[in-house]
Every structure is written in structure tokens, then in C-alpha cells.
């Protein structure tokens, strides 16, 4: 037992060791907080209105002393240690000295001389200069604090800050939570002060509304304006974000879609909005025909057309989902078949981007060419489906080819691809299904529906 004391002690060194460092990262950590933690805040008019005066506060930082000439060197040198925070200088004048500077370190990673590194202590003393370090005094203000900093000291200790917000053009949009609202305004006007390409702010006030896909929002802060330009991977997109459906979180996705379309190929935009996946596929040289049931989307969406110096390229229309496909996508189809006919090529794509209801709207697809002479059938390209939908199963990739099947009333659809667009929420995800219509599907016998879902009937309906 006493022999095996030693090696037993020998042993705990190297833990002993980590823990040392440990300890000391953690009281490093807590010096950096503690420094960056607002001491005071105060709010005002009935927590509407940050007092900024409160926010101020003295605090002292490490500080290396040098001559003015060699600053650009030293902030090399030290570039790691020095103290980087958005609105923070940390270069500093010496008030005593006109020919001299001070360079502030972060806390966290210098607390004394020690602390510096091999490299940093060599500079010093080939430079001549002091080999210690010295205690820098300075404010910190309203400018230098973070949203976060601010919104926890200004809230309730336990109530969670927000951390994440969309932003459309110069709007920033918020889904607060209930216990949040009170204090609702000044978030917001936290968020415009700390972030310059921001001019207003809004919050979600319920669900996104069933007919037009758009959010009701209420102004927290900042100019009440609500028409956005938004540049998305090389193309420009100008809407009223209080009426459309908007969706930045979907940028990957418009780009994955644009990516797998040709010169020349024909694209189909069922539920178009602004444009997202309409107008970069134009941009692509490929044709165009896009639809959107919500007056605003389409006004909008012949609007981006045109920014994009597109419109040659786009065809736009105003009306339900599955009228525009009996009505034009069809005639669409039989005369992109007697082109083929005559020796032309095309790759048709239908893009399906309404997640919560896509699968239900694909049966108007089945039996939608039965009127098409058996001779020219094998001319029309049936057209490639882009379906976005939403799944909570188990097994989710089973689930929406289980219910795109069903809908078709088709268990032998080949090669559905279901790609895995994004998180929605926790056991939620979108998904888009690629496929090709089936020739059977598109020519067969009537298995619509009576109770497969419409959009509203309140519409105007207008081609451009």
C-alpha cells in the first residue's frame, strides 16, 4: 500500500495541473464579464425608453505602454491579446505623453505580466520598451455595450434576452414571446441603435395569415415602412413585407432549385410570391410562368420582373393554384409538345413552395392531359416536381413520399428525391420531393378528389 503511494501521487499531477488551468480560464472568463457587464441600466416611460446616461461606467484595463512610432508593430504583435470589441478603441492616447500610446489587453487573456507570450515579452524588450504593464482607466458608455449586455440588465433577471432575429432590407423581424412584449419597444429600439443598416423594427402578432401567407406585424421601432429591397445571390427583390410572404431563412434553398434548371428550360412558379425561385431561374436564361393568388404578390412579382430586367422572360398571373394549372399550365404543356414534335427539346419544372398544403394540390395534376391525342403524348416533357411540404413523423422522408403517392393514387412513382430544406421547429422539418409527373398519372383516367383543398375564391385573375 505505502509502495503505491508515490506512483498514486505522481498520478494526480496532471490532473492537478488541468485543474489549475481551468481555474484559472474561469476566473479569466469572469474577469472579461465582469468588465463588459453593464453595472447600471435604467429604463424610462414605462419601460418604453432606454436611459443611455445609466449605462455608463468606469473600468480599468491591462495596458502595454509605447512609443507612438512603433504602434502599427505592436498591433501585430499583439493582436491576440488586444482588447476587440465593436465602438472600442483599443488604442489610446497618453495624456501625459504626445510621443507615446497605450494598448489595451483583453482581461480575459492577460491579467499580468506573466500572462503575456514569449513573442510579445521578446517584442518588448528588443523595443526597448517597458516590460510591464500598466492599469488603463477609461468609460465605457451606451455605444460600447452589446444588445444583449443591455437587454440583460434593463429585463428581468431568468427572462430570456432575444438572440435572433430576420432581416428584410432595412426591417429587422421579431416573434417575441408573451412574457417578452412588455418590454417589447425598447428591443427594439436596442436593435436599431445597435445595428446601423436597420431603420425598422417589428414583431409577429399571430400566425401567418391562411390566405396570403403574410405575417400582421406591429411597429416596435424605428421609421413605419415597410417596402424592402432585398438582394438575394445577384438578383433584387422590392416588396411590401406587411403583405407578402417573405421567407429569408429559404435562400439556399431558392438558389438549390435555380441550380438544377437549364437554358431554355420551362418553369412553372404555382405559388410564386415576389419571385424567389421565379426570377433567378429567368436570370437563368430559362422561360417562366409564374403564379400567385395574393394581389400584393403578384403586383410585386411583375414589379421584380421588370427590376430584374427580366419581364421578357416572365409570364405572370393572378389566380388560384389549380386554375392556373388547368388553365395555363396545361395549354402551356400541349404547345411546348407540338414544338417537340417538330424537333425542339425542353425540360419542364414545376415548383410547389406552399409547405403546409403542396402535396394536397397534386392531384390536380392526375388525369390533367387526358384530352392530348394519343400521337403527340410522347412529345409533351412531363415536367419535373418540385413539392415543398412539412413532416413530423418518424420516419419523415417515408411520410411525404407515402403522401405524395397517395394523392396521386400511384405507388409506383420512381426516384423521389426528398431533400432536407430546413428545421422548422423542434421534431418539424421542410422537405422538397422531386420527381417526374408519371405518364400514367398525367394520362389517366379522373381520380380527383371532390374534397381535395382550394384556395379562396376571392381573387382577381390577371396575366401580364
Request: proline share 5%.
Amino acid at each position: 500500500m505505502h509502495r503505491l503511494a508515490p506512483k498514486f501521487l505522481s498520478s494526480l499531477t496532471p490532473l492537478t495541473h488541468h485543474i489549475k488551468i481551468a481555474c484559472t480560464m474561469a476566473q479569466a472568463s469572469s474577469s472579461l464579464a465582469s468588465v463588459f457587464t453593464p453595472s447600471s441600466g435604467k429604463l424610462l416611460d414605462d419601460n418604453k425608453t432606454i436611459d443611455k446616461e445609466s449605462f455608463k461606467k468606469q473600468v480599468t484595463f491591462p495596458a502595454v505602454h509605447v512609443d507612438k512610432r512603433l504602434v502599427n508593430k505592436c498591433r501585430k504583435t499583439f493582436k491576440q491579446s488586444l482588447v476587440h470589441r465593436k465602438k472600442f478603441l483599443n488604442i489610446r492616447d497618453d495624456p501625459a505623453d504626445s510621443e507615446s500610446k497605450y494598448l489595451l489587453l483583453n482581461p480575459a487573456k492577460v491579467m499580468d505580466f506573466s500572462s503575456l507570450s514569449d513573442q510579445e515579452k521578446t517584442f518588448l524588450e528588443e523595443s526597448g520598451l517597458e516590460k510591464k504593464l500598466h492599469d488603463f482607466e477609461t468609460e465605457l458608455t451606451y455605444d460600447n455595450w452589446n444588445p444583449d449586455e443591455i437587454l440583460r440588465t434593463v429585463m428581468p433577471e431568468g427572462m430570456e434576452v432575444p438572440t435572433s432575429f430576420s432581416i428584410i432590407g432595412h426591417i429587422a423581424h421579431l416573434n417575441l414571446r408573451e412574457e417578452q412584449l412588455e418590454y417589447k419597444h425598447v428591443i427594439g429600439q436596442v436593435l436599431l441603435d445597435k445595428n446601423p443598416a436597420l431603420r425598422t423594427v417589428v414583431n409577429k402578432v399571430n400566425e401567418i395569415n391562411n390566405e396570403f401567407r403574410f405575417f400582421n406585424m406591429e411597429l416596435l421601432a424605428g421609421e413605419d415602412n415597410m417596402v424592402a429591397l432585398v438582394r438575394e445571390h445577384g438578383a433584387s427583390f422590392e416588396f411590401d413585407f406587411s403583405k407578402v410572404y417573405w421567407n429569408s431563412r429559404l435562400s439556399t434553398e431558392h438558389v438549390r432549385i435555380a441550380s438544377k434548371l437549364g437554358a431554355d428550360d420551362i418553369l412553372y412558379d404555382m405559388f410564386a410570391g415576389v419571385g424567389p425561385f421565379a426570377i433567378p431561374a429567368a436570370k437563368r436564361k430559362c422561360t417562366v410562368v409564374a403564379n400567385d393568388l395574393n394581389p400584393e404578390s403578384y403586383k410585386w412579382l411583375t414589379h421584380n420582373a421588370k427590376l430584374n430586367k427580366v419581364q421578357n422572360r416572365v409570364r405572370t398571373c393572378n389566380m388560384d393554384a389549380r386554375q392556373f394549372v388547368v388553365d395555363v399550365v396545361k395549354d402551356d404543356l400541349i404547345a411546348v409538345g407540338k414544338k417537340c414534335r417538330d424537333g425542339n427539346k425542353f425540360n419542364t419544372h414545376i415548383v410547389m413552395n406552399l409547405p403546409s398544403i403542396a402535396i394536397e394540390f397534386l392531384d390536380v395534376f392526375c388525369n390533367l392531359l387526358k384530352d392530348v391525342p394519343v400521337d403527340l403524348r410522347p412529345y409533351i416533357p412531363l415536367p419535373i416536381m418540385h413539392c415543398h411540404c412539412f413532416s413530423k413523423a418518424e420516419d419523415m422522408r417515408q411520410d411525404v413520399i407515402d403522401r405524395i403517392k397517395e394523392v396521386l393514387h400511384h405507388k409506383d412513382i420512381d426516384n423521389i428525391m426528398v431533400h432536407d430544406v430546413r428545421d422548422v421547429a423542434p421534431n418539424k422539418e421542410m422537405f422538397c420531393a422531386t420527381f417526374r409527373l408519371p405518364h400514367d398519372v398525367a394520362f389517366a383516367i379522373d381520380v380527383k378528389d371532390e374534397s381535395s383543398p382550394t384556395e379562396p375564391d376571392s381573387k382577381k385573375q390577371r396575366y401580364e
